[in-house]
């Protein structure tokens, strides 16, 4: 991904109530990244449920984007209803999803095995997909015993590892878990075996009140122990984009991507040409935006996602 050409020309302009009306009168959908934007953890930020309420009542499309892969379109629904708004797996598009759609698009043989390095998320959508997944949060449990002259079998019909988020990995101390050794040995020694990322975040809201490790921290130890780099299916990848504009048919000029990543939510909007608003209530604060090392800049940003109903109030 080259940063240098989604350089935007202007810094970002905080959301005002001159500008709100120009963003709402020049946009058919929104499409919101959900940790940090919709929810920290299971906590629903102040506001969203009217918000999304009103941009409904105004004939706004909303789509979801997420590149937490620890659930499955299914679940995240689940999630969003339990939380009071009324979200359906149609207009969530998960990187979870995204992985298992990447597989059918290349015409990933029907024979060949997933092992997937992640949560109940990925194996469910592989699943749909009519994929065979290996691995997932059981393989997390499992320890690998290094003794002389032993050798580790592993499936050679393995064709795919998938790289997603994982607690089960053990955050708490490093290990040498069988997650990580099997995943290495399918891609180093299954001929094409693919290497597909979820996606690359650093870091993410696992809970309301701190950021854990992100998945990109499971792929980078998959990326040393390989010499390889993966295929990101993820944010600030386009490959999301290409299945949301063919189910939805509304042109880019006409979105705004709405996140709290500039590595990833308002690269993603910048690269597909949509309008971006950078929200501070995840991990982007407002010393990090302004940095002049930054060279993402979004369109606007604000606080928080109900400031844009209390600014067309």
């Given at each position: 991904?080259?940063?240098?050409?989604?350089k935007a020309t202007r810094p970002s302009q905080p959301l005002s109530p001159q500008n709100v009306r120009d963003l709402f009168a020049s946009v058919d959908a929104f499409l919101?990244?959900?940790?940090?934007?919709?929810?920290?953890?299971?906590?629903?930020?102040?506001?969203?449920?009217?918000?999304?309420?009103?941009?409904?009542?105004?004939?706004?499309?909303?789509?979801?984007?997420?590149?937490?892969?620890?659930?499955?379109?299914?679940?995240?629904?689940?999630?969003?209803?339990?939380?009071?708004?009324?979200?359906?797996?149609?207009?969530?598009?998960?990187?979870?999803?995204?992985?298992?759609?990447?597989?059918?698009?290349?015409?990933?043989?029907?024979?060949?095995k997933v092992y997937v390095i992640g949560e109940e998320g990925l194996l469910e959508e592989l699943e749909r997909a009519g994929y065979t997944g290996l691995g997932g949060p059981?393989?997390?449990?499992?320890?690998?015993?290094?003794?002389?002259?032993?050798?580790?079998?592993?499936?050679?019909?393995?064709?795919?590892?998938?790289?997603?988020?994982?607690?089960?990995?053990?955050?708490?101390?490093?290990?040498?878990?069988?997650?990580?050794?099997?995943?290495?040995?399918?891609?180093?020694?299954?001929?094409?075996?693919?290497?597909?990322?979820?996606?690359?975040?650093?870091?993410?809201?696992?809970?309301?009140?701190?950021?854990?490790?992100?998945?990109?921290?499971?792929?980078?130890?998959?990326?040393?122990?390989?010499?390889?780099?993966?295929?990101?299916?993820?944010?600030?990848?386009?490959?999301?984009?290409?299945?949301?504009?063919?189910?939805?048919?509304?042109?880019?000029?006409?979105?705004?991507?709405?996140?709290?990543?500039?590595?990833?939510?308002?690269?993603?909007?910048?690269?597909?040409?949509?309008?971006?608003?950078?929200?501070?209530?995840?991990?982007t604060n407002l010393s990090t935006l302004q940095d002049p090392s930054n060279n993402i800049q979004p369109d606007y940003h604000t606080n928080k996602v109900s400031d844009i109903?209390?600014?067309?109030?």
């Amino acid at each position: 991904m080259n940063v240098e050409n989604c350089k935007a020309t202007r810094p970002s302009q905080p959301l005002s109530p001159q500008n709100v009306r120009d963003l709402f009168a020049s946009v058919d959908a929104f499409l919101f990244d959900c940790d940090g934007v919709i929810w920290k953890g299971n906590t629903l930020i102040d506001g969203v449920p009217q918000t999304l309420e009103m941009l409904r009542s105004k004939g706004k499309k909303l789509v979801f984007v997420t590149n937490n892969s620890t659930k499955s379109r299914r679940q995240y629904a689940e999630k969003f209803h339990s939380l009071g708004i009324p979200v359906c797996e149609d207009e969530i598009f998960s990187s979870s999803f995204a992985a298992a759609m990447y597989l059918k698009l290349i015409d990933f043989p029907r024979d060949k095995k997933v092992y997937v390095i992640g949560e109940e998320g990925l194996l469910e959508e592989l699943e749909r997909a009519g994929y065979t997944g290996l691995g997932g949060p059981d393989d997390g449990k499992k320890m690998v015993q290094l003794k002389p002259n032993s050798l580790f079998e592993h499936d050679m019909s393995v064709g795919a590892v998938v790289v997603g988020l994982d607690q089960y990995i053990n955050y708490y101390k490093l290990h040498m878990v069988i997650t990580c050794r099997y995943g290495t040995l399918c891609i180093r020694e299954n001929p094409g075996c693919l290497f597909i990322a979820t996606n690359q975040d650093a870091v993410g809201h696992m809970t309301d009140l701190q950021e854990w490790p992100g998945a990109g921290c499971m792929v980078a130890a998959i990326c040393g122990s390989t010499q390889k780099e993966p295929i990101v299916v993820g944010k600030p990848s386009t490959f999301m984009m290409d299945f949301l504009l063919q189910k939805f048919q509304i042109d880019t000029s006409k979105m705004c991507m709405v996140g709290d990543r500039l590595d990833t939510d308002i690269l993603f909007g910048q690269n597909a040409g949509c309008t971006t608003l950078l929200v501070l209530s995840g991990v982007t604060n407002l010393s990090t935006l302004q940095d002049p090392s930054n060279n993402i800049q979004p369109d606007y940003h604000t606080n928080k996602v109900s400031d844009i109903l209390k600014l067309l109030e």
